[in-house]
């Protein structure tokens, strides 16, 4: 028996982000993973992802992702998204899951679901 975490908890996103780390580390590019430089890759790559839908329809989105190529595609852009994320969370000494439990918990306070059910929220 094994006392890892199972698939999709928080030792998870431990793992891929020590992952991400000892690649970067292997190539000699942590030289190149200031916050700066990785908040302008992220951007990038969040680019990249947001023109595989720039034209469509919103109400087409989700059927057009589903062909095998175009999903095969979105699921490489929002690695890349991922994958620049955790890096700059690394770098910086944010614990990414933490940071997004805390983010829902305020999220809940701010948004009850009596208050906005079926309402986009707006900014005041």
């Known amino acids: 028996m094994t006392d890892a975490p199972p698939a999709g908890g928080p030792g998870d996103l431990a793992r891929l982000t020590a992952l991400i780390r000892e690649f970067s580390r292997e190539r000699d590019w ?5 916050p700066k430089s990785l908040v302008l890759a992220l951007v990038g790559e969040v680019g990249e992802l947001a023109e595989l839908v720039q ?3 919103a109400g087409d989105a989700v059927a057009h992702f589903a062909d095998p190529d175009r999903h095969r595609r979105a699921g490489e852009e929002i690695a890349d998204v991922l994958v620049y994320l955790l890096r700059l969370a690394d770098v910086l000494g944010v614990d990414v899951l933490q940071a997004t439990l805390d983010k ?6 701010r948004f009850p679901v009596d208050d906005v059910h079926g309402v986009a929220p707006r900014k005041e």
């Open 104 to 109: 829902q918990a305020e999220a809940r306070r």
């Open 55 to 57: 034209w469509l329809p």
């Open 30 to 34: 942590e030289q190149f993973h200031d």
